[in-house]
């Protein structure tokens, strides 16, 4: 999609919020809890990230001057360069949720060690050379807090940040190392001064970092040639003592036309449970909205040639053949025929525990197929399809199939017991078992990206039919070489590891 497109996209977007939040409430189409499992296994797959990070990070150069009161000696100008933290260990790290507020990162105990080279002036001396410093008893206790900008895009704040490192260990190399040395405990005030007024600093800018990258997630992303998926966040938060809560839009639009759907959302609440990471609820408005969207864009629509039918769909049945030679015989046909197979309003979603169907109210008809005029339709009749909805998540998309349960003509009652009628009924089950729910599984396998941010894939998932909404329950893992899905937009963009590290210089 061109930039200026999606500019344009958005800009309607926001103007459909603006006009729909004056003028309804408007309810989750999805809602994606993450519990206190999801937290402890947060500490363990983000110790591994920010790791990662920070070994990779360039940490940009320290100028400063200070005044060695310990030497007699006025100011000593200083460069660090090539800083490099080369280990890394918080053993003793937690997070926890401020019901109403936030995450609370806390940690304590931490080591880190960090290598560097520098280059003194004084009035007296220079000189440069390399050192190893070792932070011990580095503490640090922040609160993540998690809101939403006009757009819907998620945006991180840090507060109440608080960051001391108690302990830092100089060794010095170089040609006067063993005379640093000797100076190495005196300076570590100084470095520890300098150390915990920039921490806070940088960690509140890297957290601002995060935020560009969040700015940059599709929230609205392209499903396929008929349909957008809205993702954005319709509020903020909800965060208990257990779990926090995300309410994100969950809406299908047809292409180029972002108008809600003329039916309202209807609030539901996810069951209080606690043994997976993350629980998604999928609410029937989310699928009425798919189905309209769907159906407005005009993909409720098949039409299959003979020959289209004899060759691609033959394998799936040899009744097919049958088939249309019965359809020939019955509208004593000479010349090559078209099937077109259409929805006739969008598909009624049902979600009851442990039932999820679609009933389908289509129209088929028979139509001449000459090349020079238009086609010409033979009959034509409507039915309801009643279909099951089964369920499944593979490679982290929701994949629907269809299955036939039953279709009814519709038809009053006195023609049903019309030879024709029986004929044609027997005609129409085949090809909607072996033409058109083929066909349509076929385009469902694409599936449909669940809201997960990047490197993480969903495991131990589970899907369930509750009333009126489907729940999706499932553990979380980090993947450090989890191959791209070039096709998977929304929150898949989330890149922790981007951004660059841009510590201030000491003042
Ligand atoms: C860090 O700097 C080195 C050379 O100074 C460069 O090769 C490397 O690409 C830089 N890494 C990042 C992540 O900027
Ligand atoms: C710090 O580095 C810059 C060049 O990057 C140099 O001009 C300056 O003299 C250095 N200062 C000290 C105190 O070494
Ligand atoms: C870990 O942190 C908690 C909470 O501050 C503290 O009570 C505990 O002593 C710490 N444990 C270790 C091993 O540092
Ligand atoms: C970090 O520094 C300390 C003190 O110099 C040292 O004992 C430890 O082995 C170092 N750790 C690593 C992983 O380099
Ligand atoms: C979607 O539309 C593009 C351009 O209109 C076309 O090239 C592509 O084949 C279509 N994709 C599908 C799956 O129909
Ligand atoms: C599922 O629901 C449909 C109505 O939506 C009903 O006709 C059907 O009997 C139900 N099936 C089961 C197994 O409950
Ligand atoms: C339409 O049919 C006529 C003969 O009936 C033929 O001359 C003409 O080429 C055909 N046109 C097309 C576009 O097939
Ligand atoms: C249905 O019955 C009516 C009256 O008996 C008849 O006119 C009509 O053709 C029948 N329709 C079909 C599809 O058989
Ligand atoms: C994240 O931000 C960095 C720089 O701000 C950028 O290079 C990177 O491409 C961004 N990643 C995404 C997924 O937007």
């Not at 990779?56 to 060695?68: F, P, T, V």
């Not at 933290?85 to 937690?94: E, K, R, V, Y």
């Not at 609370?104 to 050379?129: E, M, V």
């Not at 470095?191 to 997630?217: D, F, G, Q, Y």
Request: glycine residues 6%; neutral net charge.
């Amino acid at each position: 999609m061109h930039t200026k497109m999606v500019q344009v996209l958005w800009g309607c977007l926001l103007l459909c919020n603006l006009y729909i939040s004056s003028a309804k409430t408007i309810y989750p189409g999805i809602k994606a809890r993450a519990t206190k499992r999801a937290l402890d296994y947060g500490v363990q797959a983000g110790m591994e990230i920010i790791e990662k990070m920070v070994k990779e990070r360039n940490i940009s150069d320290l100028k400063g001057s200070e005044s060695l009161e310990f030497l007699k000696i006025d100011y000593v100008n200083y460069n660090f360069t090539n800083i490099k933290i080369t280990a890394f260990s918080f053993p003793n790290t937690s997070l926890a949720f401020v019901p109403g507020v936030g995450i609370r990162a806390l940690t304590n105990h931490g080591t880190a060690n960090i290598s560097t080279d520098w280059d003194i002036k004084s009035p007296l001396f220079q000189d440069t050379g390399g050192a190893d410093l070792f932070l011990s008893e580095v503490y640090f206790t922040g609160i993540l807090i998690l809101s939403r900008n006009s757009f819907g895009h998620p945006v991180l704040k840090l507060q109440d940040c608080y960051a001391q490192v108690s302990h830092a260990d100089v060794s010095f190399s170089g040609e006067f190392s063993v005379l640093y040395n000797s100076f190495a405990e005196p300076m570590e005030k100084p470095i520890l001064k300098n150390l915990n007024e920039m921490l806070c600093p940088i960690i509140i800018h890297e957290v601002e970092a995060l935020n560009a990258n969040l700015s940059m997630l599709k929230v609205l992303t392209k499903i396929d040639n008929y349909t957008l998926l809205d993702y954005s966040l319709i509020s903020s938060p909800e965060i208990t003592e257990n779990y926090i809560e995300l309410n994100l839009k969950g809406v299908f639009y047809p292409q180029e036309n972002l108008a809600d759907p003329p039916f309202p959302s209807v609030p539901f609440v996810l069951p209080e449970r606690s043994d997976s990471m993350l629980y998604i609820g999928i609410s029937k408005y989310f699928f009425k909205s798919a189905s309209y969207a769907y159906f407005t864009a005009g993909a409720f629509s098949v039409t299959l040639t003979t020959k289209e039918i004899s060759n691609h769909l033959i394998q799936n049945s040899q009744g097919l053949g049958n088939v249309l030679s019965r359809i020939a015989e019955l509208y004593i046909l000479s010349q090559p025929f078209m099937v077109r197979v259409m929805a006739t309003e969008p598909p009624v979603i049902n979600l009851l525990p442990g039932n999820f169907t679609l009933d389908i109210p289509a129209s088929i008809m028979i139509l001449t197929q000459s090349k020079n005029s238009t086609a010409e339709t033979i009959v034509s009749m409507d039915f309801v399809a009643s279909t099951s909805v089964g369920l499944v998540i593979l490679g982290q998309r929701l994949i629907c199939s269809l299955s036939l349960n039953r279709f009814r003509l519709s038809l009053p009652e006195s023609n049903r017991s019309n030879i024709e009628v029986l004929r044609f009924e027997n005609i129409l089950s085949s090809i909607l078992h072996f033409g058109v729910l083929p066909l349509a599984n076929a385009k469902l396998q694409q599936g449909l990206p669940l809201p997960k941010p990047h490197k993480i894939s969903l495991v131990n998932s589970d899907i369930e039919v509750l009333e009126d909404f489907l729940l999706i329950s499932t553990d979380l893992k980090y993947e450090t070489s989890l191959k791209q899905q070039p096709s998977f937009h929304g929150w898949e963009g989330l890149n922790l590891m981007s951004g660059r590290w841009r510590g201030k210089p000491a003042p």
